[in-house]
């Protein structure tokens, strides 16, 4: 199975509401970072959150890191339409300078 | 900045055909990244390079699939010959330095017939 592993695979929500997503790894990390991905473009990168820190904050984005549980999450509070993408984690994994990408969440806000 | 530049943005060719995509990381970064993405095996890298010294190809899938960056400006990535199942989205992404953050171009689109 992959380093990074996102939960759930789906998540649809109304506007407003707040959506959380997690990722699990398996081996030691120094950095974790999130992504998103609307329908037919490129990644963008949203977040880095360092192994020694354990919760970073950027707008509406929260994440969290628990390395003794080796899992994320990432917070979206008061969803928009235009929030609507794929969102991925990744990992350095002490493997260089490559990222591990999970498999994504797709999250749909409705309006 | 422009960003990652990709060319093309999509790419149509039949089976047994050279495919060539092509990328322009962003100016002053070190690092160049080719991924594929597909539905079933999700996001994958095939190689990178540092200061344009591939380092690391071992996602690179066969022989079938060569990389090279003959300059700080300039990438590209070769598939001959091409096969249906190298239908894919293929990215390239730079940043300058690890492990931070990436930055994706746009994509190539490729079909396989």
């Known amino acids: 199975s992959q380093q990074g592993e996102e939960d759930p695979q789906a998540l649809s929500i109304q506007e407003g509401e707040n959506a959380t997503m997690n990722c699990s790894y398996k081996?030691?990390?120094?950095?974790l970072q999130w992504y998103r991905q609307n329908s037919g473009r490129g990644l963008v990168h949203l977040i880095l959150i360092r192994s020694n820190e354990r919760e970073k904050h950027s707008g509406r984005l929260r994440v969290t890191l628990d390395t003794s549980k080796k899992s994320s999450s990432l917070l979206i509070t008061a969803s928009r339409a235009a929030d609507t993408a794929s969102y991925f984690c990744a990992t350095d994994s002490n493997r260089g300078s490559r990222l591990t990408f999970g498999e994504g969440t797709q999250l749909t806000v409705n309006p | 900045d422009a960003g990652v530049i990709q060319s093309p943005r999509h790419e149509v060719t039949e089976m047994g055909q050279e495919v060539t995509l092509r990328c322009k990381p962003i100016s002053g970064h070190d690092y160049l990244f080719w991924y594929r993405q597909t539905m079933m095996r999700g996001l994958e890298l095939l190689i990178y390079f540092n200061n344009n010294v591939p380092i690391d190809d071992s996602g690179m899938p066969e022989d079938r699939f060569s990389a090279k960056m003959p300059n700080a400006s300039f990438s590209t990535l070769k598939i001959q010959p091409s096969e249906p199942r190298d239908s894919a989205v293929y990215f390239c992404?730079?940043?300058?330095?690890?492990?931070?953050?990436?930055?994706f171009g746009p994509g190539t689109r490729l079909t396989v017939t």
């Open positions: 081996t030691s990390i120094n950095n």
């Open positions: 992404a730079s940043t300058y330095g690890p492990p931070y953050e990436q930055y």
